[in-house]
């Protein structure tokens, strides 16, 4: 089974912190993907990477930075963390071949910012 | 533009009835894929099915049954039989064709009452 594994369920930050927050799946899939989830607007899409070192934006990139220096690990910056970036954090896997891009999910990161 | 939309909000049922959601896609593309996820109290998103945009036949699985429809863009899930354990936020979402990417619909929240 496709394992994403996200490096917390709950954290709590300051206002300005630098936060990081890791991904990890174990299943050699190409492509990762950074939503959030906010009542009444679902998921959105931050940012996703097709490949190592390889980052596209998605709807809602402000505020926000990834990196991608392994194939198995995508982390999400938030270079000046602010509290309207207070939500959960949702990670996604995916490969090309032969699953018709289904994603697979991590559990899940709360994030409040205080 | 992709778009999906989830009309129902929410939705609450007693145990053992049928429940219906609703989901309506919107896209130029003449090759895409159609996802619906679940999302239990515990945060992850579980894959439920995907179907491609020339197969129209409808799916059985189980207590659960998917009807596709081209001609009203319409990709709507039943629950028959429901039970607590459905209990869940359903989002269905969209890719097109050669892309990575899903377009999600804002999530039904499904409650099933004993």
């Known amino acids: 089974d496709v394992k994403v594994t996200q490096s917390s369920r709950y954290l709590v930050k300051r206002t300005g912190e630098k936060v990081f927050l890791e991904c990890v799946q174990d299943?050699?899939?190409?492509?990762m993907f950074w939503y959030r989830q906010d009542p009444g607007l679902g998921l959105r899409l931050i940012y996703f990477?097709?490949?190592?070192?390889?980052?596209e934006k998605g709807d809602i990139p402000e505020g926000y930075s990834v990196s991608r220096e392994k194939k198995e690990r995508f982390s999400l910056i938030l270079e000046s963390a602010s509290t309207n970036q207070t939500s959960m954090y949702l990670c996604?896997?995916?490969?090309?071949?032969?699953?018709?891009?289904?994603?697979?999910f991590g559990p899940g990161t709360r994030l409040t910012v205080t | 533009a992709q778009k999906v939309t989830q009309a129902q909000t929410e939705i609450s049922v007693v145990e053992k009835e049928d429940v219906t959601l609703d989901c309506v896609y919107e896209?130029?593309?003449?090759?895409?894929?159609l996802f619906w996820y679940k999302q239990p109290p515990s945060g992850e998103l579980v894959f439920l099915i995907r179907?491609?945009?020339?197969?129209?036949q409808n799916e059985i699985s189980g207590r659960y049954s998917w009807n596709f429809q081209k001609s009203t863009s319409s990709f709507n899930f039943t629950i028959t039989a429901s039970q607590v354990v459905d209990s869940a936020v359903y989002f269905c979402?969209?890719?097109?064709?050669?892309?990575?990417?899903?377009?999600f619909g804002k999530g039904t929240k499904l409650t099933v009452n004993p």
């Open positions: 996604a896997s995916s490969s090309p071949l032969g699953q018709y891009y289904e994603q697979y």
């Open positions: 299943m050699d899939h190409e492509n």
């Open positions: 990477s097709y490949d190592v070192k390889m980052k």
């Open positions: 896209t130029r593309d003449t090759t895409y894929y």
């Open positions: 179907r491609n945009s020339f197969d129209e």
């Open positions: 979402a969209l890719s097109q064709g050669g892309s990575e990417k899903l377009v």
